[in-house]
T-cell receptor, first 115, second 111 residues
């Protein structure tokens, strides 16, 4: 158990809908990262937050948005869903703002299926 | 941002030592090298991290030559449960904080 909690574990929805994925980082971790992994694909970096502020942005679509709240949990919002958005969405946390000073702890992921 | 290149797949047998090499030709001075392991439908798990020379922990060793343009993850005496995808990740204080995973190496351990 990494200490990172993601909910929901599974989600099935229809095209055009909007969903919210939630992540609770490990206690004490200030950084939260979101990744997308499609079937048999690598991990695509979406976005990183550090202590409530956006720190880095990857190939995140405009239909997607995220935020980190004062209690450090984070939410990833996916809107106008398309079939291609079906994927595993991972959240990871770390103590520091960059990978130098420690490892990333990944949650078990939220599997999104868009029908 | 340092791009990494790894073999797509590797095969091995139980009990053998496996070495997976990652190329990162444009690694920056302050970049560290980190390896992760991922099983199907699970989040990646940290294996080891290093800056130069050799690092060893209870599960693996990481060899980094003086020029730091590559690194080798060494798994001693692999078992079937080591079948997974292994990712090499390069990043650091001078990077853009975009922690980019490459395509990884799919290791298959046979009995």
């Amino acid at each position: 158990d990494s200490g990172v909690t993601q909910t929901p574990k599974h989600l099935i929805t229809a095209t055009g809908q909007r969903v919210t994925l939630r992540c609770s980082p490990r206690s004490g971790d200030l950084s939260v990262y979101w990744y997308q992994q499609s079937l048999d694909q690598g991990l695509q970096f979406l976005i990183q937050y550090y202590n409530g502020e956006e720190r880095a942005k990857g190939n995140i679509l405009e239909r997607f948005s995220a935020q980190q709240f004062p209690d450090l949990h984070s939410e990833l919002n996916l809107s106008s869903l398309e079939l291609g958005d079906s994927a595993l969405y991972f959240c990871a946390s770390s103590v520091a703002s960059d990978v130098n000073t420690g490892e990333l702890f990944f949650g078990e992921g939220s599997r999104l299926t868009v029908l | 941002l340092a791009k990494t290149t790894q073999p797509i797949s590797m095969d091995s047998y139980e009990g053998q030592e496996v070495n997976i090499t990652c190329s990162h030709n444009n690694i920056a001075t302050n970049d560290y090298i980190t390896w992760y392991q991922q099983f199907p439908s699970q989040g990646p798990r940290f294996i080891i991290q290093g800056y130069k020379t050799k690092v060893t922990n209870e599960v693996a060793s990481l060899f980094i030559p003086a020029d730091r343009k590559s690194s080798t993850l060494s798994l001693p005496r692999v078992s079937l449960s080591d079948t997974a995808v292994y990712y090499c990740l390069v990043g650091g204080m001078d990077s853009s904080y975009k922690l980019i995973f490459g395509s990884g190496t799919r290791l298959l351990v046979r009995p």
